[in-house]
């Protein structure tokens, strides 16, 4: 079964550049979404196919794709933004997430 | 806006089945869309059970899907999860969500609409 990985925590001073990283094969044939899941609330993505970014999400959130790893990055990471994030793929008509990376901001 | 709740029992003892229901507002569900229920155990992560489109065909988890049958009713615009066998392993805050998923040269998916999620414990 397809696997993505994830570092399991990242820390980040306010006002600095988070980056989390998702790995797995051939990344560069799916396309990737990124949710944010914060304590007492539903998951929300921030990041859609691999670069995209829903109506209402601050323009700090970015995604790129390049090959075997995909990248979510947060310019200007503020105290709000602290949460777990996964990422997640369409596979072979199954859905697999990333075991998730929690985000501390310092 | 759409909008989806979770019911069901809290507390469910080993080898018995679970069953959830999940009530859409604000969108019918033989409209479209895939409708899906994922669960997140006690500290650890986001995991995937299942979908099901609004003809009725589903999706499951390879590890789970000896045990769930995820059905939909369109009169009560609502999706059902039953998950068979359980045990403590199964216990989890499980959610439904709303599943958009397009197959073309190169797939593309999206959980847009997510209920509140619902505290389901396997216990004696």
């Known amino acids: 079964s397809y696997e993505l990985t994830q570092p399991p925590s990242v820390s980040v001073s306010p006002g600095q550049t988070a980056s989390i990283t998702c790995t797995g094969d051939?990344?560069?044939?799916?396309?990737i979404n990124w949710y944010q899941h914060k304590p007492g609330q539903s998951p929300m993505v921030v990041i859609y196919?691999?670069?995209k970014r829903p109506s209402g999400i601050p323009e700090r959130f970015s995604g790129s794709n390049s090959g075997n790893t995909v990248t979510l990055t947060i310019s200007g990471t503020q105290a709000m933004d602290e949460a777990d994030f996964y990422c997640?793929?369409?596979?072979?008509?199954?859905?697999?997430f990333g075991g998730g990376t929690k985000l501390t901001v310092l | 806006q759409v909008q989806l709740q979770e019911s069901g029992p809290g507390l469910v003892k080993p080898s018995e089945t679970l069953s959830l229901n999940c009530g859409v507002s604000?969108?019918?569900?033989?409209?479209?869309?895939?409708w899906d229920w994922l669960r997140q155990p006690p500290g650890k992560g986001l995991e995937w059970i299942g979908s099901?489109?609004?003809?009725?065909?589903?999706y499951y988890n390879p590890s789970l899907k000896s045990r769930v049958t995820i059905s939909v009713d369109t009169s009560k615009n609502q999706i059902s999860l039953k998950l068979s066998s359980v045990t403590a392993a199964d216990t989890a805050l499980y959610y439904c969500?709303?599943?958009?998923?397009?197959?073309?040269?190169?797939?593309?998916?999206?959980?847009?609409?997510w209920g509140q999620g619902t505290m389901v414990t396997v216990s004696s």
């Open positions: 969500a709303r599943h958009e998923i397009v197959v073309v040269f190169k797939p593309f998916d999206i959980f847009d609409f």
């Open positions: 604000g969108f019918s569900i033989s409209s479209g869309y895939n």
């Open positions: 099901i489109d609004h003809r009725g065909r589903t």
């Open positions: 051939k990344l560069g044939d799916k396309y």
């Open positions: 196919q691999d670069t």
């Open positions: 997640q793929a369409w596979d072979s008509s199954t859905v697999v």
